[in-house]
């Protein structure tokens, strides 16, 4: 069974563009959670999607901002980049929601580079 | 705001010693504890707990987990160089959202 995939492994912009970052989850799963991992930080979740819809939030500005599709692949689009959003992204997948307890596994991840 | 404490930072072992690694939590709403293993990217899916007091094993490793103190702890038994890695505890609170701890760097030397 093939795993989480995101493209591309590696993305360098400079400040001031935008990124956009893919993803798709393990076949069967309908959650799709996007997360930053920024040197010296800890992951920080970003996003949520199921069945099409943002169903949860990070703390992160509107810059930040995705979509998930009709296969139930997402994107992530990160406008008006800044230097601090360099950082490795994750995106990881789950089954359904409800009462929760799924566990959400990763994929390899996009490594953003500011300049 | 939801919190996930790991401990210790990092630590350096030799083959063949047990570790063991804490992870102390403060989440509204808490569903579940969830153990990952990271080596270069992808964190890898350890253990999930909901359940107080039930100890969860797979090979070496094994992780308990105490609701009313708010800690789990990750064991590691016969280390071996591959185990080697950052192991990163989080809490599934609602909203599926994960809140992860800084991870706790281990270093298993032959």
């Known amino acids: 069974e093939a795993g989480v995939t995101q493209s591309p492994t590696h993305l360098i912009k400079t400040r001031g563009q935008q990124a956009t970052l893919r993803c798709s989850p393990i076949?069967?799963?309908?959650?799709v959670y996007w997360y930053q991992q920024a040197l010296g930080l800890g992951l920080q979740f970003l996003l949520w999607?199921?069945?099409?819809?943002?169903?949860n939030r990070g703390n992160f500005p509107p810059r930040f901002s995705g979509r998930q599709f009709p296969n139930y692949s997402s994107e992530l689009n990160v406008n008006a980049l800044e230097l601090e959003d360099s950082a490795l992204y994750l995106c990881?997948?789950?089954?359904?929601?409800?009462?929760?307890?799924?566990?959400?596994?990763f994929g390899p991840g996009t490594r953003l580079t500011v300049t | 705001e939801d919190k996930v404490v790991q401990s210790p930072l990092s630590l350096v072992v030799h083959e063949g010693d047990t570790v063991t690694l804490n992870c102390s939590y403060e989440?509204?709403?808490?569903?579940?504890l969830l153990w990952y293993k990271q080596e270069k990217k992808a964190p890898t899916f350890l253990f999930m707990l909901?359940?107080?007091?039930i100890e969860k094993k797979s090979g070496r490793l094994s992780s308990i987990l105490d609701k009313k103190e708010l800690f789990s702890i990750l064991n590691i038994t016969a280390t071996q160089t591959g185990d080697s890695a950052i192991y990163l505890c989080?809490?599934?609170?609602?909203?599926?959202?994960?809140?992860f701890g800084g991870g706790t760097r281990v270093l298993v030397k032959p």
């Open positions: 990881a997948s789950s089954q359904t929601i409800g009462a929760g307890g799924y566990e959400q596994y």
């Open positions: 076949s069967g799963h309908t959650s």
């Open positions: 999607y199921d069945e099409g819809e943002e169903r």
């Open positions: 989440v509204t709403n808490f569903r579940s």
């Open positions: 909901t359940s107080s007091g």
């Open positions: 989080a809490v599934e609170a609602a909203g599926n959202k994960l809140t």
